[in-house]
């Protein structure tokens, strides 16, 4: 469970959110909702660690109730302006370097089956063809593979199916549905939440009032 008490940001002294409490919990899916400039990607990135808040504190806790030392340990983060390759790469080196970096060794088999999940699969597209000429849409569907790969229990998501096709924002909604009923969470940032919604256990509002 991650758990957020009295949290508070300021920017350059303007308020963007204040006194926010809530408990994100295993198998449930949190739209964070509120007008452009409110401070909902700053709010992802709060929770992430990048970023330190001005009042409050950010808590998680593992499987047994115990408040973990690094949270970072369980969360994986979806930028909405990134996707966090490495252009130069190709899509199995990228896999292997984070998988490796969050401490998994997957064999070449199981990554190639995970790429085959993501429409990525392809010989001529999986090895051998940087990440640099992939389309906008092909460089999300990675980075969602990366994420997935991840085996991270707490997903943060901004703008996830930014670039996505109708088939790759089914095969996300797919992941998403998997993540929650094996005990995954996540906080999504997204306008386009209408092929989500069934899939949306609850909103908060983010924003200075």
Known sequence: ?????????????????????????????????????????TFLSLIAGFRTPNEGSISYFNDKGEEVDDRRVYIEYLSAEANGLYTKMDATQN???WSKL?????????????????????PL?????????????MKRRLALARLNLSACPCWLLDEPIYGLDTK????????????????????IVSHDTYPLKELIDEKIEIGAK
């Open 125 to 137: 597209v999986r090895t051998n063809f940087a990440v640099e000429k992939f389309s906008t849409g």
């Open 95 to 97: 896999l292997t370097f």
């Open 102 to 122: 969050r401490g998994h060794k997957y064999s070449t088999q199981q990554m190639v089956e995970e790429l085959k999940k993501w429409g990525l699969g392809h």
């Open 168 to 187: 790759g924002i089914d095969l996300f909604k797919s992941a998403i549905l998997n993540h929650k009923e094996s005990g995954g969470m996540a906080f």
């Open 1 to 41: 469970m991650l758990s957020i008490k009295s949290l508070s940001f300021a920017f350059q002294h303007r308020p963007l959110f204040k006194e926010i409490n809530f408990d994100l919990v295993p198998g449930k899916l949190v739209h964070l909702i509120g007008e452009n400039g409110t401070g909902k990607s």
